[in-house]
């Protein structure tokens, strides 16, 4: 619903990009139960960047700004990276370069 209300400058942008935002805290407090909250302060900020980093792709591709949008497109693969990283960290268990392909598929 974010994309959409971004890419058609619906009234309700506000609305749905701060509701998309909160999935962020509500996916680190998913790790708190196994693996404390350091790891909830680090998952919620990797993926509130991941979410930013996707609207502002979505902005500059709207806008037509090619350039800003392969750097940003560069910014949010940088910041999958960082996730995969993490959580390879917490759980070595996570095939981290499966878990790559599956991301990359997502980005």
Do not use: C
């Not at 708190?32 to 909830?40: H, I, K, L, R």
């Not at 900020?45 to 979505?58: Q, R, T």
């Not at 917490?90 to 095939?95: E, F, K």
């Amino acid at each position: 619903m974010a994309i959409i209300s971004i890419v058609f400058n619906l009234p309700d942008v506000n609305v749905t990009v701060g509701r998309l935002l909160q999935n962020a805290t509500h996916m680190g407090l998913s790790l708190e139960p196994f693996y404390g909250e350091d790891a909830v302060k680090k998952y919620s900020a990797l993926i509130k960047d991941h979410l930013v980093i996707a609207a502002d792709l979505v902005k500059a591709a709207k806008a037509g700004n090619q350039n800003a949008a392969a750097a940003i497109e560069k910014k949010w693969y940088a910041n999958g990276d960082e996730i995969i990283e993490f959580l390879n960290s917490i759980n070595p268990y996570i095939d981290k370069e499966e878990f790559r392909k599956m991301f990359y598929e997502h980005l």
